[in-house]
């Protein structure tokens, strides 16, 4: 998903359609996720990101998830990629200003 955004904005920018120091990044619930992978994964490619009820982390995505999932997740070997994936688990000295918009009840976020 990421490789395929960042192969999108490397297009755009050689079409002319948009100018590399002033792209942003904005999305919604799973476009939300994608924004948040975005400036924490490429930090450099965006000048600011906003995210609205985007999962921050996987880790408290897949235990809100019912029971019955569980055998899918255990299948899927989830564990193991949802700390690499999780845009609250990687460090990076991103440079984008984030806005990161949900709401305290939801346990997803």
């Not at 924490?40 to 235990?63: H, M, N, Q, R, W």
């Not at 690499?84 to 991103?94: E, I, K, L, N, Q």
């Amino acid at each position: 998903m990421h490789t395929d955004l960042i192969d999108g904005v490397d297009w755009a920018v050689k079409q002319g359609i948009v100018n590399r120091r002033k792209m942003c990044v904005y999305g919604g619930s799973y476009g939300g996720y994608a924004t948040l992978v975005s400036v924490t994964f490429t930090p450099k490619v965006f000048t600011c990101a906003v995210d609205y009820v985007g999962p921050s982390s996987l880790i408290t995505l897949v235990e809100s998830f019912p029971p019955y999932w569980r055998p899918f997740l255990e299948e899927a070997g989830t564990a193991s990629w949802v700390t690499r994936a999780s845009p609250t688990t990687v460090r990076t000295c991103g440079r984008a200003p984030r806005s990161h918009e949900s709401t305290a009840s939801r346990p997803r976020s």
